[in-house]
Every structure is written in structure tokens, then in C-alpha cells.
């Protein structure tokens, strides 16, 4: 399974994207392709898309967790690990300094 979240595509790859993904919401592409077709997805997001698109990738992959996060450019969200758990940083908190 592989899952994309961009800000922003270019027109091209929006548009080849749809081909072999569903687009349950605008710029948000979820499929079940096979883990080698989900490479060259990753590959060729790599290679098309500018910094400015923001994506976030979710793919399956068969060691534990089950999954990897990537993110490519500013996907306004932060990516952190924890004891080798991908995980997506929601909000952050600002911890108030006491004087």
C-alpha cells in the first residue's frame, strides 16, 4: 500500500498519479500497488516534483513497523523517530519556562 499527501502538485504528475491511485480528497493518493511498483512511485515523485510539493509518503514495507514515512520538501509536519517508530508530529507543544 502507498499513500501520498502533497501541498501542491505539478499538473503532470497530478495527473499520472491519478491513473493508478484513488484521490479520496483533493492532492491526497492512496493505492495498493505492489512494494517494487511502490519504488518507482517513490523514484519517480522523487525525480518530478519540486521542493514546494510538499509530499509526505506513507509506503508499507515488510520488516517492522510495516511502514515508512518520507517526507520530500516542506510538508508542513514533522517527522520524528522513537525507538525506531516513525512517527508524524500533530502539534507541538511549547513548554512554558518558569521564572
Known amino acids: 500500500m502507498l ?7 505539478p499538473p ?3 495527473g499520472r498519479m491519478k491513473l493508478w491511485f484513488i484521490e479520496p480528497r483533493p492532492n491526497v493518493f492512496v493505492s495498493g500497488v505492489k512494494d517494487a511498483v511502490a519504488k518507482k512511485v517513490v523514484a519517480y515523485l522523487h525525480d518530478h516534483c519540486p521542493l ?3 509530499l509526505m509518503v506513507f ?5 517492522t513497523p510495516g511502514y515508512e514515512i518520507r517526507g520530500i520538501g516542506d510538508t508542513k509536519r514533522s517527522l520524528i523517530e522513537i525507538s525506531g517508530l516513525q512517527l ?3 502539534k507541538q507543544i511549547q513548554s512554558a519556562s518558569v521564572a
Open 3 to 9: 499513500v501520498v499527501i502533497a501541498n501542491d502538485l
Open 12 to 14: 503532470a504528475v497530478r
Open 52 to 54: 514546494e510539493s510538499g
Open 59 to 63: 509506503r508499507r514495507i515488510p520488516e
Open 88 to 90: 508524524v508530529i500533530e
